[in-house]
């Protein structure tokens, strides 16, 4: 395939701007548009931007018009404290229908779709399995709302594999995620001071380093892999373990009973907990992660390795502050670039001021 | 001989196996790939499964060689039986109201084995949700009781495996059924092991159920406490939970019997026989039941062997 030309859903999101600028340094995609309906949050050099909203009609008229033919939806939100529940139940569910509609119908250019799935997918129960493979179901019905939404949202896209065999459907399961930038619920709870956990309980975790989630959903948009596939590094630690890695104390103060009672109170104090996170707090997740290095992806961290990364950035970060400026998006200035013929755009090394990707 | 409580119309217990999902989108994973398989970092002091040398050490030369060594008095004949490379899945019977049958075997293995490797215990998940117990299990080598658990160990990580089929039947029998198994669960640990192509080593323990005999359960205790059971043992719950460990100095005697080997069953491809299954499971299950009978005939004391 020449000159692909695709389609990045929530722009704005941190997912969204790190793959656009990802993609960005690939010859052989030939257009890349963003869509979101907020200003992107990181700086691009070729993205084009459309500020739309996740309604299907206008982003149908602007794949069609486009003639995209991969659509990359890394939009989905992964953590309830980040937004309200109706907003999730929105972003998550309603707005992974309008894309799906927006990529089918007869004539429709696009012939790939990748989805950025959340390991939540599988819950967090006691008679879980060690390593959940893609194959498992959840042995039980969610119950939080965040979990209802991604495997509602998910049984969408599974509908449209199967509904539109013409398009090729990967989906990216991730594991909790940590790194420098990114803002999760693991990271929030390791920046603290000490790092609470459940009395009694060191449940299995394993996480992913940030780069390593940027690099899984390029590897899919470059590569012919369909299916579902878990993103986790190797290696499954104990939160204490973890928890050592990072130079830290761990407070065991959350009581092993009765944490809806509990919580109330952890938020006034300032410690929000996602309900999602409970049960990953007492019975831990580990994922099999073969599937997708038999896809042909080499990770670049382990979970030990993203630990200890993530560490070394906490311990760094009160000297670092304030060095990096914010970035905002000006409409005017980013047209300006793209389109002024005035601006030199041949210019040797443009990608080497900015921060390279990975190591 | 128990009352045989197997029927054909056994009820359906969803835990068993975690249902598969959509298969339209899943991909094809090769089988036998190693190098596939998360490497081993040295600096850890845990592995994947949580299982931690450090505190499984400790253990190991405090209270377990204690046991083992001068309390139980541990004998061992057949350990040939027990393969010193690839997956294999022992079988034994089980017993006592906190067992200790599954710590000797394992140290049985570590002392006499000639090529001794660690052996990963399932148990009941129900200890995942106990606090301080959830913490301790696996780093001391237990694994839940998963069918998929089980297949990563036997079939990717080619380690040794040990099953009680009666599960907490066993373990929950009263004294006056001492040694007569109990159902064997539905045969899930031989297509575990038949899908993994391990081999299935039987054994047989003698003395355990006479080190930590229950005399009556306390189902209105149970019930308060939330706990699996409530025994009433010699120590228990007179001594509070310490008393769990309050064993009898009875004479352990373990014999690994002859292994079968899955491959010459039709290996995987014959997992979805379940009369097969469930034929294997009845001859292991009559074996250990026949040793057994031969080892209690041939022991003068319950305490001197």
Redesign the interface.
Known sequence: MSGRRVLLTGLASYWGGRLAQALEGFEQIETIIGVDADDPTMELERTEFVRVSNRHGLIQRIVRAAEIDTVIDARLIVNSVAASSRVTHENNVIGTMNILAACSGPGSPVRKFVFKSSAHYYGCE??????F???????HPPHTALERDIVDAE?AV?DF??KTPEVE?T?LRCANVLGPDVDTAFTRMFSLPAVPM?????P?VQFVHEDDVVHALEHAALNS?????NVAG?????LT?AVGLLGKTYLPILP?YGTGLIAGPLRRLGLRIPNEMWNQL??GR?L????Y???GFHYGY?T?EAVMRFGEHLRLSPVMRGGEHEYTYEREVEEFLRWSPHVQRDREGAEADREPLGI | MAPERTSLARPVEPDEQTAPGDDALLPAVPEDAPELMPAVEPERRLDDWGRSERVEGIFDRTIVDFFYRYWFRVEAEGLENVPSEGGALLVSNHSGALPPDAAVINKVIKEEHPHPRPVHITVEHFFKGYPGFSMLIPKIGCVAAHPANVHRLLHDERKLVLVFPEGRKGTEKLYRDRYRLRRFGRGGFVEAAMRAEAQLVPLCVVGAEEAAPIFAHADFMQRLTGLLYFPITPTFPWLGPLGMLGYLPAKFKIRFLEPIDTRELGGAAAVDDKALVQTVSQEIRARIQDNLHDMLAKRKSVWFG
Do not use: H, I, W, Y
């Open positions: 006691q008679d879980d399995p060690s390593f493979t893609e194959s498992m179901r959840r042995p049984s599974q594999a199967v459907v989906v459940v009395l009694g309980f060191d299995r892999v369909p299916g579902v596939f190797d290696g499954v630690l104990t373990e092993p007492r019975f580990g099999d992660n073969r599937a290095k038999a896809a382990t030990r």
